[in-house]
C-alpha cells in the first residue's frame, strides 16, 4: 500500500521564521511528488517535482525531492500570517494507462505577527 | 472564471436520506475526481473519471456512485447516507492523467448525517 507521511504535523512560528516541512514516503513506481497549499477551502497547487536534487522554487518557497532516500522537503523563508494554511504532499504512481495521488495528513503552518 | 464549481455547498442529510453532489468545470477537461477529507486523514480518493461516461473506483468507494454522462459534470451520488460519510467533499479535475502536476480544485461541500 502506497504511503506518505508528513512531519510535523502542525507548527506555530512567527513572521520572518524560516520553516521547513517533510515529506516521506513510499510508493510502488514513483512518477511525480506534489505540494499543494489549503486556506480555507479548495487546495492549490503549488509544485511538482520528477527528478533527484533539482529545486523548485517560487518567491519565498521551495522545494526538493530525494528519490534515493524518498523525501522531499518543502521551505518557506520570511514568513508572513499570510503563509498560515495546510500543506499538503501527494506522490504520483501509475495505475495501469492511468495514475493516482495518495496525499499525505497535511501539515498545518499558523504564523503569527 | 469559474474553473470547477461545487454545488451545493453545504447540506444537512438524516441517515438513510440520499442526495446527490454536482461537480461542473468549464476547462474542458478529461479526467475529473471525487475526494473526501477528513480530520487528520487527508484526501482520500472515492471515485473518477478518465472520460465522459467513463468512471473508476478509488480508494474508498464504498456507499457511493458516481456519473459522467457529460464532459463537463462529475455527479457523486449517496444513496443511504451513514453518519460515517459526514465529511468535506472536495471535486477536482486535470487535462492531463495528473502529469502535468496540477489538480484543479473546487472549493468543497461540507456533508453532514446525523
Known amino acids: 500500500e502506497d504511503k506518505v507521511v508528513q512531519s510535523p504535523l502542525s507548527l506555530v512560528v512567527h513572521e520572518g521564521d524560516t520553516v521547513t516541512l517533510n515529506c516521506s514516503y513510499e510508493v510502488t513506481n514513483f512518477r511525480s511528488l506534489l505540494w499543494y497549499k489549503q486556506e480555507k477551502k479548495a487546495p492549490t497547487f503549488l509544485f511538482m517535482l520528477?527528478?533527484?536534487?533539482i529545486e523548485k522554487k517560487s518567491g519565498r518557497l521551495s522545494s526538493i525531492l530525494d528519490k534515493k532516500e524518498l523525501f522531499s522537503i518543502l521551505n518557506i523563508t520570511a514568513t508572513q500570517t499570510g503563509d498560515s494554511a495546510v500543506y499538503l504532499c501527494a506522490v504520483e504512481a501509475p495505475t495501469g494507462a492511468n495514475s493516482k495521488l495518495t496525499f499525505g495528513k497535511g501539515i498545518t503552518l499558523s504564523v503569527r505577527p | 472564471n469559474a474553473g470547477v464549481t461545487q454545488t451545493p455547498k453545504f447540506r444537512v442529510l438524516k441517515t438513510g436520506q440520499s442526495m446527490t453532489l454536482l461537480c461542473a468545470q468549464d476547462?474542458?477537461?478529461?479526467?475529473m475526481y471525487w475526494y473526501r477529507q477528513d480530520p487528520g486523514m487527508g484526501l482520500r480518493l472515492i471515485h473518477y473519471?478518465?472520460?465522459?461516461?467513463?468512471?473508476a473506483k478509488g480508494e474508498v468507494p464504498d456507499g457511493y456512485n458516481v456519473s459522467r454522462l457529460k464532459k463537463q459534470n462529475f455527479l457523486l451520488g449517496l444513496e443511504s447516507a451513514a453518519p460515517s460519510q459526514t465529511s468535506v467533499y472536495f471535486c477536482a479535475s486535470s487535462l492531463w492523467p495528473l502529469h502535468t502536476g496540477e489538480l484543479f480544485f473546487g472549493e468543497g461541500s461540507r456533508l453532514t448525517v446525523l
Open positions: 473519471s478518465v472520460g465522459e461516461g467513463t468512471t
Open positions: 476547462m474542458n477537461h478529461e479526467y
Open positions: 520528477t527528478s533527484s536534487g
